[in-house]
């Protein structure tokens, strides 16, 4: 059975992986604009996003899995009208900035 400090410390450890995974969602994004927004590149943010957002949302932090969930959905509606590349990148943006105040808790 896990105890109450088992739970903090598994949580800790996870957070203390959000700078790598910031880091990694912000290479994505580069390479979405790097590659002018080419079908690839969207497939790999969606990918991680996806990854994302179950853990997030495994260990608590709604605001970053909701986040995500939003990112995701925002990449769906681009594939299918390449209208959504303001509603990517601000949430994005979001994204990026609730990451920053999970890391400096």
Not at 12 to 25: G, M
Not at 37 to 44: F, G, R, V
């Amino acid at each position: 059975m896990h105890t109450n400090t088992d739970l903090e410390k598994i949580t800790a450890d996870y957070c203390a992986s959000f700078p790598r995974k910031k880091i990694q969602l912000e290479g994505a994004f580069r390479q979405i604009i790097q590659n002018d927004w080419n079908t690839e590149s969207l497939i790999a943010l969606k990918y991680l996003a996806h990854k994302l957002s179950g853990s997030t949302g495994l260990y608590g932090f709604a605001t970053l899995s909701n986040l995500i969930q939003s990112l995701e959905k925002a990449i769906d509606r681009f594939k299918q009208s390449n209208d959504e590349k303001n509603a990517i990148s601000q949430t994005l943006a979001d994204l990026l900035e609730q990451f920053d105040l999970e890391i400096s808790r």
